[in-house]
């Protein structure tokens, strides 16, 4: 039995500004996955995670989550399922306990304990003292651990992750992607990962996808980025490791 993939892009195309940013392209995802999404400044990869996360709906074509065309979905359900941590994470004013509490909002029936808070703050190398601190003092990179606690929280089915380490130092980038990836394997998460660290996702990710301005050109393993065919790709990968 095949089992349904988590997302399908079904020649879709997004146009912004009569640009086509996304050319009628078509990728299926399977539930599982750890993919790294790679390409040059513009190539469209954080349209592709808008697109999956609802927050824009393609020009042509269709994305279908789990089957169903996503545009027919409750958009609420469809973002607590599909978690994205973005490029330059929205923190609220307030403490980070309040920033936790922020998509828990409309779940009448969630609380949590400091204990449990405490719990998902350590998960992403933050500490209990953080709990009661101002959010927007927290450094770029804490602010982007805080993002992503708030996100795993929903234990969401999807994770889509734009550039999550790009402000953190290598080693706690490391850290954490250990800690996604534990996750993705003990509950079957599915990660899509923006990134420019190419070495660090291939330390990750199992797939790679490599997009240039709005075509997907590689989709394969690790000899995608290790042994690249194509020239384009090649001066990619070896231009963005300067
Ligand atoms: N709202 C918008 N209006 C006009 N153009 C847009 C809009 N959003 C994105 N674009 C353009 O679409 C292209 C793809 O953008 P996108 O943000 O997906 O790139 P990216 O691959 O994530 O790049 P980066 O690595 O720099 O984050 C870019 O040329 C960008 O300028
Ligand atoms: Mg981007």
Known sequence: M???PIFELDHTTRIENDREILKNVSLVFHPGEFVALLGPSGAGKTTILRLFNGLDSPSAGEIRYRGENILELPITELRRSVGMVFQTPAIL???????????QKWRKDFNATDEELVEHLLRVGLSADDLNREAKSLSGGEKQRLALARTLMNNPNVLLLDEPTSNLDPQLAQRILRRIKKVQEELGLTVIMVSHDHQLAAKFAQRFIILIDGEVVEDGDISVIENPQQPVVRSFLNGAED
């Open 2 to 4: 095949t089992k349904t």
């Open 93 to 103: 004013a307030g403490t980070v306990r309040e920033n936790l509490f922020i998509f």
